[in-house]
């Protein structure tokens, strides 16, 4: 079935250094969509990006993130910290039904 | 626009009993989700409806929960009977369709103790 992989449950760096967040995914449908949730503290999970155009750069709020179907990857990038960052991140996949990977905790340090 | 609303916003239970935790999508949407949140296992999908019909059933939730969609603006969740592992924050999300955003509900938190 499909499936979304974030390899890290939590990432840890200081302010102003470049953020990477790994998501691999799996499905057998030639068109996912997919998506980078945020979750702040005490709030629910809200759109960050999505995308479902190959190799096409998708951008909000300093975050980007490139849909690679040659290997199922949709990482998503920020070229410097803020300490606002921090959260919880999850990529999602949507190819008939929408499903979460275990999120990744970005804590930025001052 | 009214977001999706969530009620109770905290719930807690004794072993056994049955509890039914509620969701009104936004306006219009035709999905509707329902997710279990937990630290360890993040977001887990219990039952997912387009159009009021049930799409996914949640596999290994199938036994214990049970969502229902009685008409387009109104959704319940029944967990019975409730075990201390059931013990979570429970999400319900709305779209316009497949392959649009979720909006989020403020979540229940359920307590069994």
């Known amino acids: 079935g499909d499936s979304v992989t974030q390899t890290e449950g939590l990432v840890t760096l200081t302010e102003g250094l470049p953020v990477m967040l790994n998501c691999t995914y799996q499905?057998?449908?030639?068109?996912?969509?997919l998506f980078w949730y945020v979750q702040h503290l005490n709030e629910s999970p809200r759109l960050l990006l999505k995308?479902?155009?190959?190799?096409k750069r998708t951008e909000h709020q300093g975050f980007h993130a490139t849909l690679h179907k040659s290997s199922s990857s949709f990482h998503l990038q920020k070229s410097s910290a803020q300490l606002s960052d921090s959260a919880l991140y999850y990529c999602a996949l949507n190819a008939y039904k929408v499903i979460f990977g275990k999120g990744t905790h970005l804590h930025v340090l001052p | 626009d009214a977001g999706v609303t969530q009620t109770p916003r905290h719930e807690v239970a004794e072993k056994g009993q049955t509890i039914i935790l509620k969701c009104e999508p936004v306006?219009?949407?035709?999905?509707l989700f329902w997710y279990r949140q937990t630290k360890i296992q993040g977001l887990e999908l219990l039952s997912y409806?387009?159009?009021?019909?049930?799409?996914?059933d949640g596999g290994a939730f199938k036994d214990r929960f049970k969502a229902e969609m009685l008409n387009s603006s109104f959704s319940t969740l029944k967990i019975q009977p409730t075990e201390p592992k059931d013990s979570a924050v429970y999400l319900c999300?709305?779209?316009?369709?497949?392959?649009?955003?979720?909006?989020f509900g403020a979540g229940t938190r359920l307590s069994v103790l």
């Open positions: 499905t057998i449908y030639s068109n996912p969509f």
């Open positions: 995308s479902f155009t190959d190799n």
């Open positions: 306006s219009g949407h035709n999905d």
């Open positions: 999300a709305s779209s316009s369709n497949s392959q649009n955003t979720l909006y």
């Open positions: 409806f387009r159009s009021k019909s049930l799409m996914e």
